[in-house]
């Protein structure tokens, strides 16, 4: 059924699911008992009644990814998109598809709710056990979600299909510079579109994509990581789309001057002599010229050759290539410089025996660069990946391993995590679990007591990943 909402009523509902998330995140943070969330409560109750007095009746139910309110379809202005998704994950998590609010409700309601909800995912069947423990309380009505995996299964396809297909039109692009032939920068706008759609409703997914380092074909994979990493940064930081198909692209292409350096240097399993650097050192300039030899020279053009030139300079210009008076940084520099170094800490390379495992390269390059790197921008990193990113292998109290699969945006050191050897020892392909979650006595379920390199255990990451 159809109602006709008027806009007061819209910003309302785009208020009420706003309040709502911050109510469960500092639910889940504090005692139910808490000032914070008691002035929440009352908040959201005073909202939800003011909405109750003008439209009789509140239908907020999930279809897909959004949120409707009264069968209108809540748009969201980027800044709440995280509230807005981790608000949906929160409640597919017990099951819960519609909430009915069918007349003013007290704060005692929403206490017994907001308990319940925060309890329920220990129940073995969480929405029938909110639903019953919400039986006294006639005025709101819960219905459980319509929702199958496979939608969720088909989301991870989708995201990976948009990732091998970004690779290979780096591969092309790589391919067509040696052979001299131009580049269409115009099918570049087009791959990085669709990166950036998935990134905008998969951030996740994607950014685990990055993590599996195990891929035969180092370069290629490395330039659409550092691209990917790069344009869920910039989204972070609050760029708009054009800026970042510009990003995406430029920073596709920060290693475009490696097609100069021969193979031997760059896939040469033990260290590289002095003059063996020396040549490596080149491509930054190399980048420049192959950019520059491109179809159009425009803004975009520019752009990338100047990104290509700085990604190694680091902002206090210790690095290379060295210039005479050189300039600030880019901003996009600054950008691909931190993602870049990331992933080829991170790498699976021949002559590294051992990858650095996420969340120690994220501590060295704080430690190490903190003057090389901007560090705004480092901040705005760290917060993306969490304090373990995507990929980490962790050691839990409860004596399980697990590989941290998600980031938890409200609680950085509490990701979600693939538990992969039981408390025996055993490999498993077990569940995905929540180290937010807590037990009926307020304690963690499980909580990370060491990290480990995924590969001293033999453990390939893409086996849990794709
Ligand atoms: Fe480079
Ligand atoms: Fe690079």
New binding site residues.
């Given amino acids: 059924m159809a109602y006709s909402i008027n806009s007061e009523t819209i910003n309302n509902a785009t208020e009420v699911i706003n309040q709502l998330s911050i109510f469960l995140r500092t639910a889940k943070v504090h005692n139910i008992n808490n000032t914070a969330v008691i002035s929440a409560t009352d908040k959201f109750v005073s909202l939800v009644n003011n909405i109750i007095s003008l439209e009789n009746t509140i239908v907020l139910e999930i279809r897909g990814e959004y949120f409707y309110f009264n069968d209108y379809r809540i748009r969201y202005s980027p800044e709440y998109i995280l509230n807005l998704d981790s608000l949906i994950r929160e409640f597919k998590k017990v099951e819960l598809g519609t909430i009915i609010i069918k007349s003013k409700i007290s704060p005692e309601d929403i206490k017994v709710f907001i308990g319940l909800f925060l309890k329920s995912h220990l129940s073995e069947n969480p929405f029938d056990y909110l639903k019953e423990g919400m039986s006294g309380i006639s005025n709101i009505e819960l219905k459980k979600i319509q929702e199958i995996s496979e939608e969720i299964l088909d989301k991870r396809k989708i995201a990976t299909k948009t990732y091998f297909n970004a690779v290979s039109f780096y591969k092309e692009i790589f391919n067509n510079v040696k052979t001299n032939e131009k580049i269409n920068l115009k099918k570049s706008k087009r791959v990085i579109r669709s990166v950036i759609n998935q990134i905008i409703e998969q951030e996740q997914i994607l950014l685990g994509m990055t993590a599996i380092k195990d891929y035969d074909e180092y370069t290629y994979h490395?330039?659409t990581n550092?691209s990917i990493l790069s344009v869920a940064l910039g989204r972070r930081m609050g760029m708009n789309h054009k800026m970042l198909i510009d990003l995406g692209i430029v920073s596709l292409f920060?290693?475009l001057g490696k097609i100069d350096v021969p193979n031997e240097i760059l896939n040469k399993p033990s260290k590289l002599t002095d003059s063996e650097w020396g040549i490596i050192k080149q491509h930054p300039k190399w980048g420049v010229n192959a950019i520059l030899k491109m179809r159009n020279i425009d803004d975009l053009t520019i752009n990338a050759a100047i990104v290509a030139f700085e990604?190694h300079m680091n902002i206090n210009h210790t690095g290379y290539p060295q210039v005479e008076n050189p300039a600030a940084l880019d901003l996009f520099s600054r950008i691909v410089s931190i993602v870049?170094q990331y992933?080829?800490m991170t790498a699976n390379r021949i002559y590294r025996n051992n990858p650095m495992s996420p969340d120690i390269t994220l501590r060295e390059l704080q430690e190490k660069s903190w003057d090389k790197l901007d560090p705004l921008i480092f901040k705005f990193f760290v917060n993306m990946i969490g304090i373990y990113p995507i990929g980490t292998l962790v050691m839990l109290n409860s004596k399980e391993l697990g590989l941290v699969y998600e980031n938890n945006q409200d609680v950085l050191h509490r990701p979600r995590v693939i538990i992969i050897a039981d408390n025996k020892g055993n490999w498993i392909k077990g569940s995905i679990v929540d180290l937010a979650d807590k037990n009926g006595t307020d304690e963690y379920l499980r909580t990370i007591i060491k990290t480990m390199s995924p590969k001293q255990y033999n453990i390939n990451i893409a086996d849990y990943f794709l």
Avoid: E, F
């Fill in positions: 490395h330039s550092v920060h290693d990604h870049d992933d080829a």
